[in-house]
């Protein structure tokens, strides 16, 4: 167990909705990455937060975004959803970048 | 941006066998490189990392890896597998100064009885 959690396990909805993913970090990990991996692409790092304020961006698409709270938790918003977006959503918490411990991951179905 | 390239898709090998999985990265970037597994339906765990220093590097569960400048490569290995040793592996890198991790495509390490 990484003391990494994320809601819900597994997500199933339409094309066009709207899902909030959510993800509790490690208790005094400040920072929250979040990552997608699907069978086409890989594993792909999407957005990194760090105590609230957003510090890089990777393939993240314009109809997703996320946020940190102040209770460091975070959220992925992922809109006008596509059957291509069906993956395995990650996030990962950590101190210090040089060692992120991951979750077990939300998946996504997208029909 | 950093790439990070696994050769191999797949790797059966017998237990109790020795194993290497490698890993090539672009040598136009920073050079912390890390290793992942993946068990089934889990998320991804940290074997090992080489930020600095000596080339060897030991990880978790008797894996190691060796940083190689000059080849550019970063590649694990563990002398004698076990069937729990299953899963998938990920190496990664550092997309310079971003603070991101890139992966390349990940090796399926199956050990057989």
Known sequence: ??????????LITATGQRVTLRCSPRSGDLSVYWYQQSLDQGLQFLIHYYNGEERAKGNILER???????????????????????????CASSATFYEQYFGPGTRLTVT | ?????????????????????R????????????W??????????LLLKYLSGSTLVKGI????????????????RKPSVHISDTAEY????????RRALTFGSGTRLQVQP
Do not use: M, R
């Open chain 1, 1 to 10: 167990d990484s003391g990494v959690t994320q809601t819900p396990k597994h």
């Open chain 2, 1 to 21: 941006a950093q790439s990070v390239t696994q050769l191999d898709s797949q790797v059966p090998v017998f237990e109790e066998a020795p194993v290497e999985l």
């Open chain 2, 90 to 97: 990920f190496c990664a890198g550092e997309d310079t100064g």
């Open chain 2, 61 to 76: 569960n008797g894996f190691e890896a060796e940083f190689n400048k000059s080849q550019t490569s970063f590649h694990l």
């Open chain 2, 36 to 45: 992942y597994v993946q068990y089934p339906n889990q998320g991804l765990q």
């Open chain 1, 64 to 90: 997703f975004s996320a946020q940190q709270f102040p209770d460091l938790h975070s959220e992925l918003n992922l809109s006008s959803l596509e059957l291509g977006d069906s993956a395995l959503y990650f």
């Open chain 2, 23 to 34: 890993c090539n990265y672009s040598s136009s970037v920073s050079v912390y490189l890390f």
